[in-house]
């Protein structure tokens, strides 16, 4: 079992940055690939990026060159830099871990994006 507790969420207005970080423990050795998702109220969960073994990323379309994941894989930690935040990226956003027994979610952090 791995368990994902993220943190940082909040309130920021447009054009601002925000930082959501995510610790993992538990059977986080496991771990091979971490990563965010976001929901925002009345749409389906989609994903804002995941990260590879090798620290790679790979970005939603709507996010990429605003956002960055970085991952620590000695303090099972996955960071996400926001930068030039939107309105529309205001939602719940998701920290994920992926393991060979499955996928791991966190319980959310809100992050809200208006005057």
């Known amino acids: 079992q791995v368990q994902l507790v993220e943190s940082g969420g909040g309130l920021v207005e447009p054009g601002g940055s925000l930082r959501v970080s995510c610790a993992a423990s538990g059977r986080a050795s496991s771990i091979y690939g971490m990563g965010w998702y976001r929901q925002a109220p009345g749409k389906q969960r989609e994903l804002v990026g995941v990260t590879v073994p090798d620290g790679t990323a790979n970005y939603a379309p709507s996010v990429s060159g605003r956002f960055t994941i970085s991952r620590d894989d000695y303090h099972h930690t996955v960071t996400l830099q926001m930068n030039s935040l939107r309105p529309e990226d205001t939602a719940t956003y998701y920290c994920?871990?992926?393991?060979?027994?499955?996928?791991?979610w966190g319980q959310g952090t809100q992050v809200t994006v208006s005057f």
């Open positions: 994920v871990a992926d393991t060979a027994s499955g996928r791991y």
